[in-house]
């Protein structure tokens, strides 16, 4: 059985940073596509930074938080972390971990992944 259990959320002022966390169990991060995504209220769920193996050495991140947020991973500790810094108003959302591609579709596409967390919720205010 897969589970993802995302940590690390909270409230914070705008310029200030987090580091979302999330662990995994019944599946190997090192070994598959793994990513976070986000979803603010009315609207539609979409890719913050996400690694593919094929692509390792280059994860792909938003362009909304390109240079501000860093993805990486622990396969030691079989765990996903997102560093995110000079937090903006609109990066508030509620930030899901997800793994294992099992369709190809666009980068980024939260419709290619099957295995989602609960979720940690981001909150910045200004």
């Known amino acids: 059985q897969v589970r993802l259990v995302e940590s690390g959320g909270g409230s914070v002022q705008a310029g200030g940073s987090l580091r979302l966390s999330c662990a995994a169990s019944?599946?190997?991060?090192?070994?598959?596509?793994v990513g976070w995504f986000r979803q603010a209220p009315g609207k539609e769920r979409e890719g913050v930074a996400v690694?593919?193996?094929?692509?390792?050495?280059?994860?792909y991140y938003a362009a909304s938080v390109q240079g501000r947020f860093t993805i990486s991973q622990d396969n030691a500790k079989n765990t996903l972390y997102l560093q995110m810094m000079s937090l903006k108003t609109e990066d508030t959302a509620m930030y899901y971990c997800?793994?294992?591609?099992?369709?190809?579709?666009?980068?980024?596409?939260?419709?290619?992944?099957?295995?989602w967390g609960q979720g940690t919720q981001v909150t910045v205010s200004s």
């Open positions: 997800a793994a294992v591609r099992f369709r190809t579709g666009a980068i980024g596409d939260p419709a290619d992944f099957l295995y």
């Open positions: 019944g599946v190997f991060f090192s070994m598959n596509s």
């Open positions: 690694i593919y193996p094929s692509r390792r050495g280059s994860p």
